[in-house]
Nanobody, 127 residues
Framework: EVHLVESGGGLVQAGGSLRLSCAVSGFTFDDYAVGWFRQAPGKEREGVSCMSNRGRSTYYADSVKGRFTIASDNAKNTVYLQMNLLQPEDTAVYYC????????????????????RGKGTLVTVPS
């Protein structure tokens, strides 16, 4: 059974950094794509960053490109999202997600969503 548990959210001033972590179980990164999505109040869900299985392809939304970095650690069964230069518009609940459907492109998963999702962690960047 697939489980995803996020941590690392919190309140950070504009220009600051946070690293989100997602402890996963029930699959390996060789077989599953993983990603991070976010949803702000009153806004649609956004695929922030998605990585296809084995890290073959990584996608970043234009809004975070150059500021956020996704990474996975096989030994720790953990996916990370390093977020730098945070801005008030980054305020949202961030969800870790995973999907076992085979596809090469990280963009594919961020566009259509993923089958499994954690409960989320709140990131707040006050204006």
């Amino acid at each position: 059974e697939v489980h995803l548990v996020e941590s690392g959210g919190g309140l950070v001033q504009a220009g600051g950094s946070l690293r989100l972590s997602c402890a996963v179980s029930g699959f390996t990164f060789d077989d599953y794509a993983v990603g991070w999505f976010r949803q702000a109040p009153g806004k649609e869900r956004e695929g922030v960053s998605c990585m296809s299985n084995r890290g073959r392809s990584t996608y970043y939304a234009d809004s975070v490109k150059g500021r956020f970095t996704i990474a996975s650690d096989n030994a720790k069964n953990t996916v990370y999202l390093q977020m730098n230069l945070l801005q008030p518009e980054d305020t949202a609940v961030y969800y870790c997600a995973a999907d076992g459907r085979p596809h090469y492109s990280g963009n594919y998963y961020c566009s259509i969503g993923m089958n499994y999702r954690g409960k989320g962690t709140l990131v707040t960047v006050p204006s």
